[in-house]
């Protein structure tokens, strides 16, 4: 095979390796979206507002009420004081706490199991709670589930959007670089074609070297995925759980066959059909 192919087999291999960047991404997503949902739940805050002045031994008896609920994870329920509250309200609602008296009570904050975490679990929890003396009123918010799910649902779909016109682009270059590669050649396969030389033989270099350019693509895309993972891994926070690794498995062996699919038959059938024109 001619020199001259390996810039265009370049362009080709880098591609092809772009293509599987950004569907590994795609499934990635797919994959851990439920795992990711779930861990939203269970980091979402539900507080139990409470009356002023209430004595120390009546905040206990209340917490372990909220305890014994179906779904609170035990670790989860924490008692603050208004001006506790106040601070953590003052992060999640992005509100100054300098604005002069606070509109806050003591709370009990505590967090669902993601199984749980369902509007008729918490109306339940919620009609039991407010019956119990010395409590206010109990608050949550359902919106973040569905701005996760919908950020995700976008995310994704634009990403598959932009990994098919990447593969339509990869298919082209694959094919102009097969195509210059073979009219290089075109002595060289003639000449073995007069020496009786079979088709089987004939290709063999064409697809060793997509092949190759399949299991290079391949190798960026678990060093990118390796990146992400170590990055998530190391990050400190919940989004360290995110990560399962059959997901990722799962995610390297699609990529896999998507590389050996766009390199290898695009190549085998681009050289079968110039080979039909030339008389084999």
């Known amino acids: 095979m001619s020199k001259s192919k390996k810039p265009t087999q370049f362009y080709a291999t880098m591609s092809t390796s772009i293509v599987l960047v950004l569907i590994s991404l795609f499934l990635l997503i797919f994959f851990h979206s439920g795992n990711i949902t779930n861990i939203v739940k269970e980091n979402i805050n539900i507080l139990v507002e409470l009356e002023d002045g209430l004595p120390t031994g009546q905040i206990e008896n209340l917490k372990k009420?909220?305890?014994?609920?179906?779904?609170?994870?035990?670790?989860?329920?924490?008692?603050?004081?208004?001006?506790?509250?106040?601070?953590?309200?003052?992060?999640?609602?992005?509100?100054?706490?300098?604005?002069?008296?606070?509109?806050?009570?003591?709370?009990?904050?505590?967090?669902?199991?993601?199984?749980?975490?369902?509007?008729?679990?918490?109306?339940?929890i919620k009609s039991e709670i407010e019956l119990e003396k010395g409590v206010t009123g109990l608050y949550y918010e359902n919106e973040s589930i569905d701005q996760v799910k919908s950020n995700l649902d976008k995310l994704s779909l634009g990403i598959l959007v932009l990994a098919f016109c990447f593969i339509i682009l990869a298919l082209a270059i694959i094919f102009n670089t097969i195509q210059l590669t073979l009219y290089s050649d075109l002595k060289e396969i003639r000449t073995m074609q007069m020496v009786g030389a079979e088709n089987k033989f004939v290709k063999k270099p064409y697809l060793k070297s997509a092949f190759t350019m399949a299991l290079k693509s391949i190798l960026a895309v678990i060093i990118f995925i390796g990146i992400i993972c170590t990055y998530l891994m190391t990050a400190g926070n919940v989004i360290a759980d995110v990560i399962q690794w059959d997901y990722v498995i799962y995610t390297i062996l699609i990529c896999l066959f998507v590389a050996i699919g766009i390199q290898y038959y695009s190549t085998n059938l681009i050289v079968n059909r110039f080979l039909k024109r030339e008389g084999r």
């Not at 994870?73 to 002069?100: F, H, R």
């Open 65 to 124: 009420t909220i305890t014994a609920y179906d779904g609170v994870l035990p670790a989860s329920v924490e008692y603050l004081t208004k001006e506790s509250a106040l601070s953590l309200m003052s992060k999640e609602l992005d509100i100054s706490q300098t604005t002069g008296e606070n509109p806050f009570k003591d709370i009990i904050k505590f967090n669902l199991k993601h199984q749980s975490y369902s509007e008729q679990n918490i109306q339940k």
